[in-house]
């Protein structure tokens, strides 16, 4: 069994993109309300007298767009300086992020995932939900800034739908070959958006790896992350290429996380809500941290079974939610 130390921690619900494959068009979003998500506290609260004493010491920060919560540099401030804090990382769309990158790095955030699904300004718009309004240009002075005030690694995530995208896939790859960046490429998942671009389905990453491999060849990387991703690299490339396969190459017996919703829920796995638990509620209502430290031991035990549960069901998990509420 991996040892169960990285907490993703969805800040918030919302988002400023409305991308198809978290947010399809139509879909009906209720936004928590402010009082309903985990103020500062409790989340410092929650860390530090439950997580980090259980084992936990990576974290990464996502939403919704993290970049939208208040107060969102003070926060990366308190977790990055709890000294058990191994690693702080986040997952951003970048749209926010360049006036904010120094700031962020200055207060101790070190890693950041950003999402590029496209090259093109036209088919990025079509796929994040802005047509009309152009926002490629934005993302990518993010991406920028981010490079130039130092984010090591700087990882650009890439969700690769067919007949949309994937004619680029050796355009992105290529942007790792004199750039110290980290391209990740990842299989689309159909959580509430089964639908969504009907017979298309989905790529293999090991299609995408044969493709990459006939234009210049690929090798594995010795850089491994905390993550799923299997790590290549173009031949003499300065960056890494990531292929995350959770379609095609089930990954949850090597799962080392869980997930905290922007609302307080504990969830052991993306795909399978068995045995979470309401911190938040427990947490307002009294609960001695003693006694929610028991129940995320209990938990953490039952995840391999969880786990295995889910790598041998041959679905794609028991979520009704999209990706954007689930805080993936």
Same mark, same amino acid.
């Given at each position: 069994?991996?040892?169960?130390?990285?907490?993703?921690?969805?800040?918030?619900?919302?988002?400023?993109?409305?991308?198809?494959?978290?947010?399809?068009?139509?879909?009906?979003?209720?936004?928590?309300?402010?009082?309903?998500?985990?103020?500062?506290?409790?989340?410092?609260?929650?860390?530090?007298?439950?997580?980090?004493?259980?084992?936990?010491?990576?974290?990464?920060?996502?939403?919704?767009?993290?970049?939208?919560?208040?107060?969102?540099?003070?926060?990366?401030?308190?977790?990055?300086?709890?000294?058990?804090?191994?690693?702080?990382?986040?997952?951003?769309?970048?749209?926010?992020?360049?006036?904010?990158?120094?700031?962020?790095?200055?207060?101790?955030?070190?890693?950041?995932?950003?999402?590029?699904?496209?090259?093109?300004?036209?088919?990025?718009?079509?796929?994040?939900?802005?047509?009309?309004?152009?926002?490629?240009?934005?993302?990518?002075?993010?991406?920028?800034? #981010?490079? &130039?005030? /130092?984010? +090591? !690694?700087?990882? %650009?995530?890439?969700? $690769?739908?067919?007949?949309?995208?994937?004619?680029?896939?050796?355009?992105?790859?290529?942007?790792?070959?004199?750039?110290?960046?980290?391209?990740?490429?990842?299989?689309?998942?159909?959580?509430?958006?089964?639908?969504?671009?009907?017979?298309?389905?989905?790529?293999?990453?090991?299609?995408?790896?044969?493709?990459?491999?006939?234009?210049?060849?690929?090798?594995?990387?010795?850089?491994?992350?905390?993550?799923?991703?299997?790590?290549?690299?173009?031949?003499?490339?300065?960056?890494?290429?990531?292929?995350?396969?959770?379609?095609?190459?089930?990954?949850?017996?090597?799962?080392?996380?869980?997930?905290?919703?922007?609302?307080?829920?504990?969830?052991?796995?993306?795909?399978?809500?068995?045995?979470?638990?309401?911190?938040?509620? #427990?947490? &307002?209502? /009294?609960? +001695? !941290?003693?006694? %929610?430290?028991?129940? $995320?031991?209990?938990?953490?035990?039952?995840?391999?079974?969880?786990?295995?549960?889910?790598?041998?069901?041959?679905?794609?998990?028991?979520?009704?939610?999209?990706?954007?509420?689930?805080?993936?």
């Amino acid at each position: 069994m991996n040892q169960v130390d990285y907490l993703r921690i969805s800040l918030i619900d919302r988002c400023n993109f409305r991308c198809q494959y978290c947010m399809p068009e139509g879909a009906e979003l209720d936004y928590l309300l402010r009082q309903q998500l985990l103020t500062d506290e409790e989340l410092l609260t929650l860390l530090n007298e439950v997580f980090i004493p259980v084992g936990f010491t990576r974290f990464r920060l996502t939403g919704g767009e993290p970049l939208l919560r208040p107060r969102l540099v003070e926060l990366v401030r308190a977790i990055a300086s709890l000294p058990q804090t191994q690693d702080l990382s986040m997952t951003t769309n970048g749209f926010l992020l360049a006036p904010m990158a120094q700031n962020l790095y200055d207060a101790g955030l070190r890693r950041i995932n950003i999402s590029l699904d496209s090259l093109d300004s036209e088919i990025f718009d079509n796929i994040s939900g802005n047509r009309g309004r152009s926002r490629w240009q934005q993302v990518w002075d993010g991406i920028l800034a #981010a490079h &130039r005030v /130092g984010f +090591d !690694p700087l990882k %650009l995530n890439v969700v $690769v739908i067919p007949g949309v995208n994937d004619h680029e896939i050796l355009d992105l790859a290529a942007l790792t070959i004199d750039r110290q960046w980290h391209v990740r490429f990842i299989e689309f998942m159909p959580i509430g958006n089964g639908d969504l671009f009907g017979d298309r389905g989905w790529l293999s990453s090991a299609e995408l790896r044969q493709r990459i491999s006939d234009r210049w060849g690929l090798t594995e990387s010795a850089i491994r992350g905390n993550g799923p991703a299997d790590v290549f690299k173009i031949p003499g490339a300065k960056g890494t290429l990531g292929f995350i396969s959770q379609m095609s190459e089930c990954f949850c017996d090597r799962c080392n996380r869980m997930r905290l919703s922007a609302d307080g829920w504990l969830r052991p796995c993306l795909l399978n809500e068995t045995g979470q638990i309401d911190l938040k509620t #427990a947490l &307002r209502s /009294g609960v +001695d !941290p003693a006694e %929610l430290r028991t129940q $995320v031991q209990d938990l953490l035990q039952i995840k391999p079974e969880i786990n295995y549960k889910q790598r041998n069901s041959g679905t794609t998990g028991i979520y009704t939610r999209t990706m954007s509420q689930i805080g993936g």
